[in-house]
């Protein structure tokens, strides 16, 4: 990109950044993307938001960008085989298959928790929460996960701006009572979703943290009642534990050297 970018119209900045992408051998930061183009990082993250919400990228739980469905679907030189991906899909196949019901990765983003990655159950009856779906932070075991993750100021924040909307039957609508709930989770290690976003249907979550300990994303399955109890979910609670550290192997070993763009969770006394 010549120095007087600013003629270069938004569209081809947009094909540029998907060239980036469909060339690099690993997925980019935005940091990664702006220096490569010569585009500020505002513009950057603006620009990958919106080909991100179209299908076009895809955001990595570590933060980076990586081909989406859409680009594939227009660039044969992005199908190359990603044994990154493959790893992941092997490992959620494996919980999958263990407890029958579906597995999911999902990660936080400013919309609420977002599906990135999931194997579907082969059962007919299922709950339809495709890739790239947006689910509340406040009633997931997933989205609970991630609060509860959080250090005290940013968990207090965050909660303070949450609508805490009634979604099932047992959905926390108090906040002391959700505060008491991330408490528990944050001692044991793991999230439950009680249908406390679908009447009928219950999840469970583990987090999956990168080499300093801190949150990239929640390994969840969830099912409907009486298929799949808390109970069930809970008995495979060590092979999801160790699923959740293969997943967190397998991205630590996609992402290369620097500083990541995700602000870290803060630890405040």
Not at 10 to 19: P, Q
Not at 53 to 74: H, I, N, Q, T, V
Request: glycine fraction near 8%; charged fraction near 25%; include cysteine.
């Amino acid at each position: 990109m010549t120095d007087d970018d600013s003629r270069v119209p938004t569209s081809l900045r947009g094909l540029l950044i998907l060239e980036a992408l469909a060339l690099s051998e690993r997925p980019l930061r935005l940091s990664e993307l702006g220096a490569t183009l010569g585009l500020p990082k505002q513009t950057a993250h603006r620009l990958c938001t919106a080909l991100q919400r179209e299908g076009f990228l895809e955001r990595e739980p570590d933060g980076r960008y990586a081909p989406g469905a859409r680009l594939k679907s227009l660039a044969p030189a992005v199908l190359l085989p990603d044994h990154r991906r493959i790893a992941r899909r092997k490992i959620l196949e494996r919980v999958s298959s263990a407890l029958g019901e579906t597995c999911n990765l999902v990660v936080p983003e400013p919309e609420g928790m977002t599906y990135v990655d999931r194997i579907e159950t082969h059962w007919p009856l299922r709950i339809q929460l495709p890739v790239g779906s947006h689910v509340p932070f406040h009633c997931t075991a997933s989205g609970k996960m991630y609060l509860a993750s959080l250090g005290k100021t940013a968990q207090r924040r965050l909660l303070g701006a949450l609508d805490l909307e009634r979604c099932a039957a047992n959905t926390f609508t108090d906040p002391a009572a959700l505060r008491r709930e991330l408490r528990t989770i944050a001692e044991r290690g793991y999230s439950t979703d009680n249908e406390e976003m679908i009447d009928g249907m219950v999840a469970l979550a583990v987090p999956v943290r990168d080499g300093d300990g801190r949150f990239l994303a929640a390994l969840a399955v969830h099912g409907p009642l009486p298929r799949l109890s808390l109970d069930k979910a809970g008995r495979h609670l060590a092979l999801m534990k160790s699923a959740a550290h293969d997943l967190a192997l397998a991205i630590a070993g996609s992402s290369g050297g620097g500083t990541d763009d995700r602000t870290a969770d803060g630890e405040d006394a």
